[in-house]
């Protein structure tokens, strides 16, 4: 059933609209921040380390939905900043984070997609490039000859994961450093793609 | 040899403002890194050392004098060259009126450390800002872009409305000291009420201070009066330029917003006067001119964080806190101080 909810607006009286006070506030909070900060940076770099503060205090208040990258160790030394010096130091990546893909293998090294082309269709970037030849297993018909994927073209989408039938192919290789000097180098071919499997 | 000091005293108004831009620079970003838990600017080095990201304030000029300047096919060539160096060139020959000091008497020579005396002072910084406005609308028009000369337009139209409030909310002090003499409203400040409160402008216009400071943040264009600028939208009035001229569009803003701190520190903050300090001689005179830069610093230091914690209007809200709200304010606040003079007479 539909039902209506009205939602109370805050009043606008004249203290908000007036600005200053709100802007007051605002600059409390962001002065806060700078001065907790700079004292910070300051002790960082006399080299002591700040009194057994969570970097989350840093935040003023509670981490929500920030929490779950955790500081790396750098940035937790400065404890003035949640900044991650990429590429010094390692990004931190999401467990969920769509990155290089590989193709798995079958128990006998063989690829183990079937040549479908069910991601070749869906891929709105058009960088898969397969083909097929017959499998030695009746029971398996089609197998992968060729498979190359041209990572200069792929928008990491991730819809060739999900169309993949047999959980052929997986993006969860943690690479996501792929630049190279030629195009030609940016197309991944079926060896370089099975060698983390 | 006045004339010397004058051409020294004009090149070091001139190094002034340069070197708070570039120092600004890096001041903007390191400021708002800080205050949003980062770290901000540092990556420039000379050997390994980065000093705190200082060598930015090298890097950055660097790194736009070594672009390429592209002019557009479309463009009318002569404006579009002349706008930055109009709007750059307006608020530094502003910074020409301030007094930096008073008068110091060092080996028989009484010196004064103001670079342009004037009777006028006052309307002659605040002409010299409102033409500055000529270079963005300018940029707009030669630009040869709708989006370039919607920027324009808002700042025309921004101007007009903040340079009047601007005029309103300094009319209480201006009122005060009873002169437009920039060296001559300092003078009046320069003296201890009851030995320990320092006669400032903002002890008797605490109103008139604040407002000013709305006032002159819309003046100098920056966040959150951007409307002339506004990536999201129409990305602004120098939207056709590339490499140093857009660098000094840059430039502009900052030096804009070292005119208006100045202008604070002059009207409401004592200008170069420090409580309890010698203001004579040599000292007194490197006293002085360090009293001022503080109290810039600190206009700075604020408008600064303001500019990195507010979002920015719309632009019928900017017109209408402008001729709705400041403006009535600074009458207002004019009106009062009218009367308590009256009454205090
Ligand atoms: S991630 Fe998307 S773009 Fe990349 S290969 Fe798969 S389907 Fe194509
Ligand atoms: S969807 Fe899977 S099985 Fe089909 S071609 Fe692609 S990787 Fe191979």
Same mark, same amino acid.
């Given at each position: 059933?539909?039902?209506?909810?009205?939602?109370?607006?805050?009043?606008?009286?004249?203290?908000?609209?007036?600005?200053?006070?709100?802007?007051?506030?605002?600059?409390?909070?962001?002065?806060?921040?700078?001065?907790?900060?700079?004292?910070?940076?300051?002790?960082?770099?006399?080299?002591?380390?700040?009194?057994?503060?969570?970097?989350?205090?840093?935040?003023?208040?509670?981490?929500?939905?920030?929490?779950?990258?955790?500081?790396?160790?750098?940035?937790?030394?400065?404890?003035?900043?949640?900044?991650?010096?990429?590429?010094?130091?390692?990004?931190?990546?999401?467990?969920?984070?769509?990155?290089?893909?590989?193709?798995?293998?079958?128990?006998?090294?063989?690829?183990?997609?079937?040549?479908?082309?069910?991601?070749?269709?869906?891929?709105?970037?058009?960088?898969?490039?397969?083909?097929?030849?017959?499998?030695?297993?009746?029971?398996?018909?089609?197998?992968?000859?060729?498979?190359?994927?041209?990572?200069?073209?792929?928008?990491?989408?991730?819809?060739?994961?999900?169309?993949?039938?047999?959980?052929?192919?997986?993006?969860?290789?943690?690479?996501?450093?792929?630049?190279?000097?030629?195009?030609?180098?940016?197309?991944?071919?079926?060896?370089?793609?099975?060698?983390?499997? | 040899?006045?004339?010397?000091?004058?051409?020294? *005293?004009?090149?070091?108004?001139?190094?002034?403002?340069?070197?708070?831009?570039?120092?600004?620079?890096?001041?903007?970003?390191?400021?708002?890194?800080?205050?949003?838990?980062?770290?901000?600017?540092?990556?420039?080095?000379?050997?390994?050392?980065?000093?705190?990201?200082?060598?930015?304030?090298?890097?950055?000029?660097?790194?736009?004098?070594? *672009?390429?300047?592209?002019?557009?096919?479309?463009?009318?060539?002569?404006?579009?060259?002349?706008?930055?160096? !109009?709007?750059?060139?307006?608020?530094?020959?502003?910074?020409?009126?301030?007094?930096?000091?008073?008068?110091?008497?060092?080996?028989?020579?009484?010196?004064?450390?103001?670079?342009?005396?004037?009777?006028?002072? !006052?309307?002659?910084?605040?002409?010299?800002?409102?033409?500055?406005?000529?270079?963005?609308?300018?940029?707009?028009?030669?630009?040869?872009?709708?989006?370039?000369?919607?920027?324009?337009?808002?700042?025309?139209?921004?101007?007009?409305?903040?340079?009047?409030?601007?005029?309103?909310?300094?009319?209480?002090?201006?009122?005060?000291?009873?002169?437009?003499?920039?060296?001559?409203?300092?003078?009046?400040?320069?003296?201890?009420?009851?030995?320990?409160?320092?006669?400032?402008?903002?002890?008797?216009?605490?109103?008139?201070?604040?407002?000013?400071?709305?006032?002159?943040?819309?003046?100098?264009?920056?966040?959150?009066?951007?409307?002339?600028?506004?990536?999201?939208?129409?990305?602004?009035?120098?939207?056709?330029?590339?490499?140093? *001229?857009?660098?000094?569009?840059?430039?502009?803003?900052?030096?804009?917003?070292?005119?208006?701190?100045?202008?604070?520190?002059?009207?409401?903050?004592?200008?170069?006067?420090?409580?309890?300090?010698?203001?004579?001689?040599?000292?007194?005179?490197?006293?002085?001119?360090?009293?001022?830069?503080? *109290?810039?610093?600190?206009?700075?230091?604020?408008?600064?964080?303001?500019?990195?914690?507010?979002?920015?209007?719309?632009?019928?809200?900017?017109?209408?806190?402008?001729?709705?709200?400041?403006?009535?304010?600074?009458?207002?606040?004019?009106?009062?101080?009218?009367?308590?003079?009256?009454?205090?007479?």
């Amino acid at each position: 059933m539909i039902t209506v909810r009205t939602v109370e607006r805050p009043p606008r009286d004249l203290a908000v609209q007036v600005f200053l006070l709100e802007v007051v506030k605002g600059l409390g909070v962001t002065y806060r921040h700078f001065f907790v900060n700079l004292w910070r940076h300051l002790l960082g770099l006399a080299g002591g380390r700040p009194a057994g503060s969570p970097p989350a205090a840093a935040w003023g208040g509670s981490p929500r939905g920030r929490a779950s990258r955790p500081p790396s160790g750098r940035a937790l030394a400065a404890r003035g900043a949640v900044t991650v010096q990429y590429p010094e130091e390692p990004a931190v990546l999401g467990r969920r984070a769509r990155t290089r893909h590989r193709l798995l293998k079958r128990p006998d090294g063989a690829p183990r997609c079937t040549s479908c082309l069910l991601c070749e269709t869906v891929c709105p970037a058009r960088c898969i490039r397969i083909t097929a030849e017959d499998s030695p297993d009746p029971g398996i018909e089609k197998r992968a000859r060729t498979f190359e994927i041209d990572m200069g073209l792929c928008v990491f989408c991730g819809h060739c994961v999900e169309a993949c039938p047999v959980d052929a192919i997986r993006m969860d290789t943690g690479d996501m450093e792929l630049p190279a000097l030629h195009r030609r180098e940016m197309i991944w071919d079926m060896k370089a793609l099975m060698e983390d499997s | 040899m006045s004339i010397l000091w004058v051409l020294v *005293k004009l090149g070091a108004a001139l190094g002034f403002g340069m070197s708070w831009a570039a120092f600004l620079g890096w001041v903007e970003r390191k400021q708002s890194a800080v205050m949003q838990d980062r770290i901000g600017a540092n990556r420039a080095d000379i050997l390994g050392f980065k000093l705190i990201g200082l060598f930015h304030t090298i890097a950055d000029p660097i790194k736009l004098l070594t *672009k390429e300047d592209f002019v557009p096919a479309n463009v009318n060539k002569t404006f579009h060259a002349a706008a930055p160096a !109009l709007a750059l060139g307006f608020p530094l020959l502003a910074l020409a009126a301030f007094p930096f000091g008073g008068t110091f008497t060092v080996g028989g020579w009484t010196l004064s450390l103001q670079p342009l005396g004037s009777k006028v002072g !006052l309307l002659y910084v605040l002409a010299m800002l409102a033409v500055g406005i000529h270079g963005v609308v300018m940029a707009g028009y030669a630009s040869n872009s709708c989006y370039g000369l919607m920027g324009g337009l808002r700042g025309a139209s921004q101007m007009l409305a903040y340079e009047v409030c601007l005029a309103t909310t300094m009319a209480g002090a201006v009122f005060l000291y009873g002169t437009l003499d920039l060296a001559e409203a300092v003078r009046w400040q320069a003296r201890m009420l009851g030995g320990w409160l320092p006669a400032w402008g903002i002890v008797f216009q605490p109103l008139g201070f604040v407002l000013f400071l709305v006032a002159g943040a819309a003046l100098t264009k920056r966040t959150p009066f951007d409307l002339p600028e506004g990536e999201s939208e129409i990305v602004g009035f120098h939207v056709e330029y590339s490499g140093m *001229k857009f660098g000094m569009f840059m430039m502009t803003d900052l030096i804009e917003s070292v005119v208006v701190c100045c202008l604070a520190a002059t009207l409401f903050l004592g200008g170069w006067h420090a409580p309890f300090l010698p203001l004579d001689g040599l000292v007194g005179a490197a006293v002085m001119v360090g009293a001022f830069t503080a *109290k810039v610093a600190l206009v700075m230091f604020l408008l600064m964080q303001v500019r990195w914690t507010l979002p920015r209007f719309r632009f019928d809200q900017l017109l209408d806190l402008g001729w709705k709200g400041v403006l009535p304010a600074g009458l207002l606040n004019f009106f009062l101080t009218a009367w308590g003079i009256y009454l205090w007479r």
